[in-house]
């Protein structure tokens, strides 16, 4: 199907457990973006990527690393997962520019972390 | 410190009647604004946007506005449908930027 998809759509981990939330885009879109959802907070940029192997931090990377070894494929790793990481995660993509281009977004990730 | 301000997290409005969200911004480098809607379980979805350039955009029943000097913007649902209950947010951006900025979102009620 083309579009974004985002997986698992629902996790929940421990505390100090790694995790890796996956981001696939269809459309050969060179942005790709990493949001968390929290009450309060709106959407918060955690990493963001302008082509493939270039990836630069948002406002909230701490505790999170990213890669893009291939442009469709964006994903979210928590290395060791805290309470405050529990969250609902959206990917997004969008084309060249980045800046001004729409961003389409993923369904999103509801992580709980226990 | 929030660069995009929604400050009401809710609203409330009868069907057919205007809809109007607010949304502040703090930072005069800002040029492009955008507004995106979204329902449960889903990821938002892009509804309209405005350059710094212009102060009105309109797209059927959405129209959004933009007041430079007082760094606001809105945006006007009419007439306003059940369907458009969601949660809106507003969003900022510029060529010095490389991402948006969002706000924390006001969640819309149309009653019927």
């Known amino acids: 199907d083309a579009g974004i998809t985002q997986s698992p759509r629902y996790k929940i981990t421990e505390t100090g457990r790694q995790v890796t939330l996956m981001c696939h885009q269809t459309?050969?879109?060179?942005?790709m973006f990493w949001y968390r959802q929290d009450l309060g907070h709106g959407l918060r940029l955690i990493y963001y990527?302008?082509?493939?192997?270039?990836?630069d931090k948002g406002e909230v990377p701490d505790g999170y690393v990213v890669s893009r070894s291939k442009t469709e494929n964006f994903p979210l790793t928590l290395e060791s997962a805290t309470r405050s990481q529990t969250s609902v995660y959206f990917c997004?993509?969008?084309?060249?520019?980045?800046?001004?281009?729409?961003?389409?977004f993923g369904p999103g990730t509801r992580l709980t972390v226990l | 410190d929030q660069q995009v301000k929604q400050n009401s997290p809710s609203l409330s409005v009868q069907e057919g009647r205007i809809s109007i969200l607010n949304c502040d911004y703090t930072?005069?480098?800002?040029?492009?604004f955008l507004w995106y809607k979204k329902y449960p379980a889903e990821g938002p979805t892009f509804l309209i946007s405005?350059?710094?350039?212009?102060d009105k955009n309109e797209d059927g029943r959405f129209t959004v506005f933009l007041n430079k000097s007082a760094k606001h913007l809105s945006l006007h649902i009419v007439p306003s449908q059940p369907g458009d209950s969601a949660v809106y947010f507003c969003?900022?951006?510029?060529?010095?930027?490389?991402?948006?900025?969002f706000g924390s979102g006001t969640k819309l009620n149309v009653k019927p």
């Open positions: 459309w050969s879109h060179s942005y």
């Open positions: 930072n005069s480098m800002f040029d492009y």
């Open positions: 969003a900022a951006t510029g060529d010095n930027f490389n991402k948006f900025y």
């Open positions: 990527s302008a082509a493939a192997d270039i990836t």
């Open positions: 405005i350059s710094s350039i212009k």
């Open positions: 997004a993509s969008s084309e060249d520019r980045g800046a001004t281009d729409t961003q389409y």
